[in-house]
């Protein structure tokens, strides 16, 4: 019992609780977002195979140091500067794309107003949201694959310029028509800016995301590429089975209605939403107020 009130006399009682601010709790929910987006990050790019074989690297060296094996720490110790600039340079695609998605994250645009040229002006009419989704449900009807990148805030002349420029006012039969195999645009994405097909036969940047299933393509795979490249919403048709799904923010949702698909048409279609973000960041309008009551 002495030796135990010993112990509490010596160490605990000169523990105390440390003070926590608002600055630390506010530290700590910043790092949590950090350490949680590292770890997706991890997870669905190549960095887990790397993490992986970083893991079987470092049991390797503690059974080195454990049995004294002097020339292999010495090996080791002498390459680890070489080894972290190796993991920079082949992770330089995956590192690049973290940082630009960083960049493009709302809350960024939302308190800095990034992109903001567009603004305030309607993307594209309700006429094009109706010609497109009711393509999109005749081509899934016969099984026309088909890959719309529809543009928002960041522009995609890069891509454009990887097919066919047509600059043409979108229309439903144009869409099909398109997309009809065997026929000169039908491979690739199309690129829709406002009420136009700006360019056909693009070519977009596949996705390595681990997360996306194996039965999924290369259409597939392109779609999500460009919405993690850009703030596009992307459109693929599937030609196996027909299905409908949509690429935006890195995320595929599969197999939607033409009512959902509607729906997040209209949701990109101009800007009122962005006007609402901004009113709900700096307080709500007063005439909206009102009009709530
Ligand atoms: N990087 C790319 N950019 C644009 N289009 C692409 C790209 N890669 C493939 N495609 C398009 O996807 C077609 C191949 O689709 P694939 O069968 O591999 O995909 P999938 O995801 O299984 O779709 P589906 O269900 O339609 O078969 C190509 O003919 C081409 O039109």
Redesign the pocket.
Same mark, same amino acid.
């Given at each position: 019992m002495n030796n135990i009130m010993d112990f509490i006399d010596k160490y605990l009682t000169r523990l105390s609780l440390p003070k926590v601010g608002v600055t630390d709790l506010v530290e700590i929910a910043i790092l949590a977002v950090l350490v949680y987006q590292i770890m997706l990050w991890i997870k669905n790019t190549r960095a887990w195979m790397l993490l992986k074989g970083i893991v079987v690297l470092g049991v390797f060296i503690l059974l080195a140091y454990i049995f004294n094996m002097n020339t292999i720490l010495w090996i080791a110790s002498k390459t680890i500067n070489v080894a972290i600039i190796a993991v920079v340079i082949v992770f330089q695609p995956e590192l690049r794309k973290a940082l630009e998605q960083l960049g493009r994250r709302n809350f960024l645009s939302a308190i800095f107003a990034f992109d903001n040229s567009k603004e305030g002006t309607e993307r594209f009419s309700d006429r094009t949201v109706n010609e497109i989704v009711k393509a999109v449900y005749e081509m899934s009807k016969v099984k026309t %694959?088909a +890959?719309i990148v529809v543009e928002q805030n960041i522009m995609l002349n890069e891509y454009e310029r990887t097919g066919i420029q047509l600059d043409s006012l979108l229309s439903s039969q144009l869409l099909i028509n398109i997309f009809e195999h065997n026929t000169p645009l039908?491979? %690739? &994405?199309i690129i829709v800016r406002g009420n136009r097909i700006v360019s056909a036969t693009?070519? +977009?940047? +596949?996705s390595d995301s681990m997360s996306l299933g194996k039965e +999924? %393509?290369?259409?597939?795979? &392109?779609a999500v %590429?460009i919405s993690e490249a850009t703030d596009s919403l992307t459109i693929?048709v599937?030609?196996?089975?027909g299905k409908v799904s949509i690429a935006i923010g890195g995320e595929l949702i599969r197999n939607i209605e033409a009512e959902v698909l509607k729906k997040y048409l209209v949701s990109i279609q101009n800007k009122s939403m962005d006007f609402k973000r901004f009113r709900l960041w700096r307080g709500r309008a007063k005439n909206e107020k009102n009009a709530d009551k």
């Open positions: %694959g +890959l039908h491979d %690739g &994405a693009c070519y +977009l940047p +596949l +999924l %393509g290369t259409r597939h795979r &392109a %590429g693929v599937s030609e196996e089975t």
